[in-house]
């Protein structure tokens, strides 16, 4: 039990679908995050949430939109997705402390492994 | 661009010895410094952290070195284990900003 739950961990879908990944904290975290990793790459930051407001958008495709309607919940609705967008797509979540102090480590889901075809 | 470098893919070291997994960075803001832990169909765990004013922090088996003026970054596991058989990132950041940025990732494997 990790306290960050996604669902579902597996998800086909073609370029014409649409579909949501979905992300439940348990941890009474304030922030969350969507986090992109494809095969032998960093994982990419896509969308931070503080406080239940989009802080961080970093470049992402507007195929891509995040909704975070409370602290404990994150979702990632996809559209016309690419083929190069298959990846594995981690939610992570974390307690921010203040102006001054640093931010604790992220807490991460399991993933969703996604596959466009 | 990628501010933090994990340039090694993989290591391999037998169980019993030591295990040194390296990191770099590029970007001077970075403070805090972390690595994570990641199995097979499991998101990455949190394992060990260092903020800029520490060049050393140890956790039983896990111990974190950080050069600042080297950028660089060490995590150090003795005795490894066979269970110490991941992959491992490192992450880094600056104090107060959500934006973590992490490495490749370094796949660790112990030999029994």
């Known amino acids: 039990e990790t306290g960050v739950t996604q669902t579902p961990r597996h998800l086909v879908m073609g370029m014409t679908n649409k579909k949501s990944l979905k992300c439940e904290q348990h941890?009474?975290?304030?922030?969350m995050y969507w986090y992109k990793q494809s095969a032998k790459k960093p994982l990419e930051l896509m969308f931070v949430y503080s406080l239940e407001e989009r802080v961080e958008n970093n470049s992402v495709p507007s195929r891509f939109s995040p909704e975070c309607p409370n602290s404990s919940h994150l979702f990632l609705h996809l559209h016309t997705l690419q083929p190069e967008d298959s990846a594995l797509y981690l939610c992570a979540s974390s307690r921010l402390t203040g102006a001054s102090s640093y931010n604790s480590p992220l807490h991460f889901g399991n993933g969703t492994r996604l596959t466009v075809t | 661009d990628q501010q933090v470098k994990q340039n090694s893919p993989s290591l391999s070291v037998q169980e019993g010895r030591i295990s040194i997994l390296n990191c770099d960075y590029t970007n001077s803001m970075f403070d805090y410094f972390l690595w994570y832990k990641k199995y097979p169909a499991e998101g990455p765990t949190f394992l060990i952290s260092?903020?800029?004013?520490?060049d050393k922090n140890e956790d039983g088996r896990f111990t974190v070195f950080l050069n600042k003026s080297a950028k660089h970054l060490s995590l150090h596991i003795v005795p490894s284990q066979p269970g110490d058989s991941a992959v491992y990132f490192c992450a880094a950041s600056a104090r107060n900003n959500n934006d973590m940025r992490f490495g490749a990732g370094t796949r660790l494997t112990v030999k029994p």
């Open positions: 941890l009474g975290h304030n922030a």
């Open positions: 260092i903020s800029s004013i520490k």
